[in-house]
């Protein structure tokens, strides 16, 4: 099946000020957030894409939203590249490619009732204002807020953190879109009603076909959530593959010491975990070769010199490591 969305060699790099020295030398020194991806959704796929704080996964979630701009490379959506987008196209890929915000705290303005929060995307969208209240209904039903009456003059500080987050999806999904990006949908949420969103994200997908990556840190909510993982380390993808394959017997050491830090049901454990050291590296001056290399206790020679390419390790698995 075509690709949806598709990401060639995507590099971005974000300025940084330059010291007094840096300025002598000539230099100008940049936060590496990706160095160089390339993967495919396909239409009603759902992909994960995880790694620890700084790799680069929520960047990667703004460059596919056209929220951001590549430094290199190129993301496509339904076979258009993003950077040729303007005017009517880019206000079509808009209604089509949503994203779901982590904080639906810091979501929705304070200012704003919540029917003017979701029926917003309409009227930036252009739809007829006689459709505003019938669209708002069925997006409310769809994230199972039925009693729509009972929300749509209230504030957001009147709404419970659940409540908040469905009407986040609801507005998410009032256009209609084919791609969602969740960048830690439920991370700020309480543990009492995390599940009850992971639940409603899954069916939602499901109902409408949407093609959707989650970024996340929780091998356990990729896993409820997404057939396939890709593992991120400091700009790169390390490993990309099955998620019940990712989680159960996880290769690249990087992967491994994620799901040791994470033990996750039914996961193979007969491996010792692998003690992972130190931090992720400075993005402005990543070690050469391996980015994992001065984490990993399986680093040899060849990994300070040559930087691992994506491999096949089975059917639809790859992953970035020189060890066999
Ligand atoms: Fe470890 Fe080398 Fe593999 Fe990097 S390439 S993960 S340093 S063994």
Redesign the pocket.
Known sequence: MAALVELRDVVKHFPVSRSLAEIVRGKHPAVRALAGVSFDVGAGDAVAVVGESGCGKTTLGRLMLKLAEPTAGTIAFDGTALATLAGDSLRGFRRQAQLVFQNPFEALNPRFTIYRAVAEPLLNAGVDRAEHMDRVVSAFRRVHLPDVGRYLDKYPHQLSGGQLQRVVLARALVLGPRFLVADEPVSMLDVSVRAGILALLREVRDAMGLSAVYISHDLALVRYLCERTLVMYLGRV?EDGPTEEIVRRPR???TRALVAAVPVPDADQSRAPLPIRGNVPDAREPPS??A??ER?P???P??AVET?ALRSIGERHRM????E
């Open positions: 390390v690249h050491p990087y070769g391996c994992f290399r990993c399986h680093a040899m060849r990994c691992p970035a490591c020189h060890l």
